[in-house]
């Protein structure tokens, strides 16, 4: 069985850093492109940051371009997303998805862990 597993999240100030995680266990290899979503109340989720498995350059929203990083580890199970500068609007329930890279969708989704943004 296939689990993504978001951490990190948490309450923080505009400007304050913070790192997300995403664990996958079960899945048939590491041979995925790994996704950062997030979900703000009221709003549809939205992607955030994108990086293939092939190694080909990560893509990001622009609304986030320049203040967040996503990266895997080298067992490439987990994938993080390193957010700096946050402001109040990065507030959302953030998920990681997995699929593979020659498709744009995500075969896999994990549960959201909470990032809160105070002004």
């Known amino acids: 069985q296939v689990q993504l597993v978001a951490s990190g999240g948490g309450l923080v100030q505009a400007g304050d850093s913070l790192r997300l995680s995403c664990v996958a266990s079960g899945m048939p290899d590491e041979k995925y492109a790994r996704g950062w979503f997030r979900q703000a109340p009221g709003k549809e989720r939205e992607f955030v940051a994108r990086?293939?498995?092939?190694?080909?350059?990560?893509t990001y929203a622009d609304s986030v371009k320049g203040r967040f990083t996503i990266s895997r580890d080298n067992a490439g199970s987990t994938v993080y997303l390193q957010m700096n500068n946050l402001n109040p609007a990065d507030t959302a329930v953030y998920s990681c998805?997995?699929?593979?890279?020659?498709?744009?969708?995500?075969?896999?989704w994990g549960q959201g862990t909470q990032v809160t943004v105070s002004s």
């Open positions: 990086l293939p498995w092939s190694g080909g350059m990560p």
């Open positions: 998805a997995a699929g593979r890279d020659y498709l744009r969708t995500y075969a896999y």
